[in-house]
């Protein structure tokens, strides 16, 4: 009986051992793939071309990390809210899904340094007269749910006490809305913003300025136990930059001034 | 066993504020539900009517809710309506949604269940000199709702669960709505929309608890 | 006076979606359909006492919004590490979903059967599967097929809500071209038409049915 439990035991405790030696990393490299979160409504971080495949800045992303991984890439679709369960399921090894880094869900997931930096922008629709972030006052303005801008965004609607705030569930439906004129004005991500207005598809709406918002820090994330990877991640995001690939991705897909990843006075 | 840690304190912090979103669920379907069955008594009347204009707008109009998404009613609302300028809030996007099926589940509703009132009830409230709507509405009427009474109780049931569509077009106020927001922001869905389901069963038993109790009461013989 | 940017290869990808709501749909309902009897002829035969842990789960599924259902089955597929792809859930929830509505439908087709033709078949020697194999079946059949074919239809427009989990069905595929053609409008009114088309056979069918095998007229 007590050897039996024993046995068990040992049995347990080497069942446990060895899991925790492969480790996701050692998982990617023997599978061969990596398969990357991206979100594929918010151009021109993840779109989709004419013939509808997968393009934008964190698909490609994805195919350098692949690349430095010695592995192929696979990029899966995921809508926001899918992210994280992806991940969870093992269906997904790390997402590459402009993810603002939050303490909160830090709590539940693994983030590396950032990988990206967004400044937020006012978009409006010309009708409604809006030249600037304090224009919105009173305004019904909205937002991607659950994103940075978004959450930001609502506790100043609440703050001013006027307005409405409506977060849509992708950032095409906030642009949609906001070209029909459901929205009078929104608050996203100034590459998204610009991204979006350079197409011309949605006529009468411009980008009128800056929001007063800290800058948004995207992450790449994977579970939170991962270590390995987070570190291999970390060291590969900084020689992205490093290499000039940073650059040449946002020239590429955003243009204008490359966003600085480092804050000021702190080490990460 | 799962490697994943449920935190249910901090999800459970958030229960008075989805208990909120409850009452504006319910309140979106009680509403969509009167708004429905107003509708859907005038798509009987004109089914009835004999006007073949108005009996096909009514079939049309009971075809289209019966045969399309409810999410696809509610986005229509929304964006489709919004590209020809008329703009709803969230709210009233998906009240209209909800209405909009509810009235096309209920007409059919009324549609069995005027198979069971005989036709010479009609022509004997006629021949006491009557209006065609006199008869339809003191005669018909009452019968009608009473064997509509358990499918209609159905259909409320169904507004409850359609409301959680309302995510889609912008709606952070209702169950739904506060429960993804919640999740989007710390990504700890399962313990949020675990919390939710169990909100949204209640819900529902006890519509349909009061709806048995109300026909107990109503329509006793 | 009509102009698109709808190309040929938009509309195969639409038809394409088409295609993942009527896989999905016919999944859902080929499970649930055999689910759903197998745990109809269960409730009634251990009748209500026995049945009610069955009927309670059950139950929640026909009480909770399916969007809530589909996102707390990927949840918990995730927590568990089954690795499903969204087409797996979205089938599995779907699935007992559909068996939910199945049973209710089962034990009404088996409760419309009148327990003295069942005795006159168990009296004739017939065996419990005899008496359910070629007694009860062919009647209950008639009585539930009208409901079976609503309860198809019903599951295919909620198929719909797969898309919540990256599912590109008809709805997403539409999203989609919206997004980059931006034509709403337009656009989804082919998707509505679609669906349309697709139900409108279905639900015909089973309105010929009901007229058809109608009892009393």
Known sequence: MKTSVLAFGLMAATALTSQAHADKLDDIIASGTLRCAVVLDFPPMGSRDASNNPIGFDVDYCNDLAKALGVTAEIVETPFPERIPALMSGRVDVGVASTSDTLERAKTVGMTVPYFAFQMAVTSNDKTGIKSFEDMKGKVVGATAGTYEAIALEKQVKEWGAGEFRPYQTQADVFLALSQGQLDATVSTSTVAQANVKTGKFPGISVVGNAPFDIDYVALFTNREEYGLINYLNLFINQQVRTGRYNELYEKWVGGEVPSLAVNGVYR | MFNYTFHWNQALKALPQMLDGALVTLQIALLSMIIGMAIAIALTLFRLSGNRLLGGFATAWVEVARNTPALFQIYMAHFGLGNFGIHLSPFVALLVGIAFNNAGYLAENFRGALKAIPETQTRAGRSLGMTSLQAFRLIVMPQMLRVAFLPATNQMVWAILMTSLGVTVGMNTDLAGVTQELNARSFRTFEFFAIAAVIYYVIAKAVTLAARVFAARMFRY | ?217
Do not use: H
């Open chain 3, 1 to 217: 006076m009509f102009n698109t940017a709808l190309s040929w290869s938009d509309l195969a990808f639409l038809a394409q979606g088409a295609g993942m709501t009527l896989a999905v749909t016919a999944v859902s309902v080929a499970a649930g359909t055999v689910l759903g009897i197998l745990f109809g002829v269960i409730r009634f035969q251990v009748g209500p006492y026995w049945a009610a842990p069955l009927t309670f789960v059950l139950d929640v599924f026909r009480s909770v919004p399916l969007l809530i259902q589909l996102v707390l089955g990927n949840a918990l597929q995730a927590i568990m590490k089954l690795g499903w792809a969204p087409f797996t859930t979205s089938c599995v929830v779907l699935s007992l979903y559909t068996a939910a509505y199945c049973t209710e439908i089962v034990r009404g087709g088996i409760d419309s059967v009148p327990t003295n033709t069942r005795r006159a078949a168990r009296s004739l020697g017939m065996s419990w599967f005899q008496d359910m194999r070629y007694i009860v079946a062919p009647l209950a059949v008639r009585v539930s097929l009208p409901s079976w074919i609503g309860l198809t239809l019903g599951v295919m427009k909620d198929s719909a809500l797969v898309l919540w989990l990256g599912l590109i069905e008809l709805l997403r595929a539409s999203q989609i071209l919206v997004t980059r053609l931006q034509e709403p409008l337009f656009i989804l009114l082919i998707c509505g038409a679609i669906y349309f088309i697709i139900s409108l056979p279905i639900a015909r069918l089973g309105g010929y049915l009901e007229k058809r095998w109608s009892p009393n007229d």
